[in-house]
């Protein structure tokens, strides 16, 4: 996680411990089921939902001194890194980093479990969302922490926090495994190099191709193969040097896949083909391809043979 990020996720879940104690339930997101609470008072509760609001005043303000202030002198905070800050100066010096270093955002809470351990001591879990994130997606993290009643305030004593597991496509993705590593296609004068990896949490399979003829690379391209959850169905967007961009759907037939793809080229013209990738299971450093059904414009172009794709051995180190 880049180094901003890291400060948004730590912003997520501070947020989250001091917003999660509100138990009105336009606090938290309208999804969200409402917290379980077991024990304290409504007086007590009513005082939580108070010092939540100091918080969110403090915060808007970007007033890192009255935010420390709601930590108990010795209060300490544990990040989703492990990172260990122990005392009021400590909390503050964080938040005053983060206020230099960040614009406002939004943020999303839902308290799992709202717990008083003693009339004077509450433990909170919960979850947590900013939104938007720097790369546009909500950074969520779980919480747990406790606050205890001190000269008539709540103050939070100790903050723990963790990420939240990012889902992933990777079940979904997972019979087109065999398709990571490099591969080459080699044909008298000409070649075709393709390589595949996986992408973060494994949502996609990242492939990268280039064609080679007589020493010269006439085109290359980029694809993105992930799981499109409106159709059900894995999907796969290619990008090529000369401006051309498609999309193919993917369905497996026995040990085969079929892709259905469909294109414009930079000019504007329609194509449309049948891929086929034949796989045999026994084999995992080779399989066969072939286009069919080549339609560019009004065209029929010819069908594409099948053609031997073989996977090349993993470099070896220079040393």
Not at 5 to 12: I, R, T
Not at 97 to 104: Q, V
Not at 191 to 217: D, P
Request: hydrophobic share 35%; aromatic share 10%.
């Amino acid at each position: 996680m880049s180094v901003l990020g890291s400060k948004v996720m730590k912003l997520s879940v501070s947020l989250a411990l001091i917003l999660s104690l509100s138990v009105a339930a336009n606090i938290f997101s309208e999804d969200s089921a409402p917290p379980t609470i077991s024990g304290g008072s409504t007086s007590e509760l009513v005082a939580l939902k108070a010092a939540n609001q100091a918080f969110v005043k403090a915060f808007n303000h970007r007033d890192a001194s009255a935010i420390a202030e709601m930590w108990d002198e010795d209060g300490d905070y544990i990040d989703e890194t492990g990172t260990h800050y122990v005392g009021r100066d400590a909390i503050h010096d964080e938040f005053e980093n983060y206020f230099h270093s960040s614009c406002g955002r939004k943020i999303k809470v839902h308290a799992n479990s709202i717990r008083f351990l003693r009339p004077d001591i509450v433990l909170i879990d919960g979850t947590s969302e900013v939104d938007p994130a720097p790369e546009g997606k909500p950074v969520v993290g779980r919480f747990s922490a406790i606050r205890i009643k001190k000269d008539g305030k709540w103050l939070l004593t100790s903050v723990r926090e963790s990420a939240e597991e990012v889902p992933s496509n990777y079940e979904h993705l997972k019979p087109l495994e065999w398709m990571i590593g490099e591969w080459v296609d080699r044909e008298d004068s000409s070649s075709i190099y393709t390589s595949a990896v996986w992408s973060k949490n494994k949502n996609f399979i990242l492939r990268k191709f280039k064609v080679n003829l007589k020493g010269r690379i006439v085109l290359s391209g980029t694809q993105r193969v992930g799981w499109d959850p409106i159709r059900k169905q894995i999907k796969s967007w290619t990008f090529d040097t000369d401006g051309g961009v498609a999309e193919g759907y993917w369905s497996r037939h026995g040990s085969n896949w079929v892709v259905q793809k469909v294109g414009v080229l930079q000019d504007g013209t329609r194509a449309t083909a049948t891929n086929t990738y034949i796989f045999n299971e026994n084999d995992e450093d080779s399989f066969l391809w072939k286009s069919e059904n080549r339609i560019v414009g009004n065209i029929h172009e010819p069908d594409i043979d099948q053609v031997k794709v073989v996977r090349l051995p993993p470099a070896l180190d220079s040393k």
